[in-house]
Nanobody, 127 residues
Framework: QVHLVESGGGSVQAGGSLRLSCSAS????????LAWFRQAPGKEREGVAS???????YYADSIRGRFTISQDNAKNILYLQLNSLKPEDTAMYFC?????????????????????WGQGTKVTVSS
């Protein structure tokens, strides 16, 4: 059974940084796409960043240059480094996995492209 657990969220002031982690277990895909999505109160869930089995990374325009996605394959941990945070980055952040690495960047367009999700970790940025 696939199990994803996020951690690392918190409250920071604008301009601050956080590093989110997602511990993944229970899947053994030959290739996969791992991603971070976020959902602000009253808004739809939106794709933030994804990484495929080759380590290629993809980002939403709204966070490009500020956030960095990475993974530790040995530990099965997915990371999202958040820098230069803005109040509009306030949201619940979720990690997700799909058992297919094709078009990993395009999968950020919709959460329906992902099969498994964590419970989320909350990020609050104050001005």
């Amino acid at each position: 059974q696939v199990h994803l657990v996020e951690s690392g969220g918190g409250s920071v002031q604008a301009g601050g940084s956080l590093r989110l982690s997602c511990s993944a277990s229970g899947y053994s895909y030959s290739s996969q796409c791992l991603a971070w999505f976020r959902q602000a109160p009253g808004k739809e869930r939106e794709g933030v960043a994804s990484i495929d089995s080759d380590g290629d990374t993809y980002y939403a325009d709204s966070i490009r240059g500020r956030f960095t996605i990475s993974q530790d394959n040995a530990k099965n941990i997915l990371y999202l480094q958040l820098n230069s945070l803005k109040p509009e980055d306030t949201a619940m952040y979720f990690c997700a996995v799909r058992g297919d690495s094709l078009f990993c960047g395009s999968t950020l367009r919709s959460p329906v492209n992902y099969n498994y999700w964590g419970q989320g970790t909350k990020v609050t940025v104050s001005s």
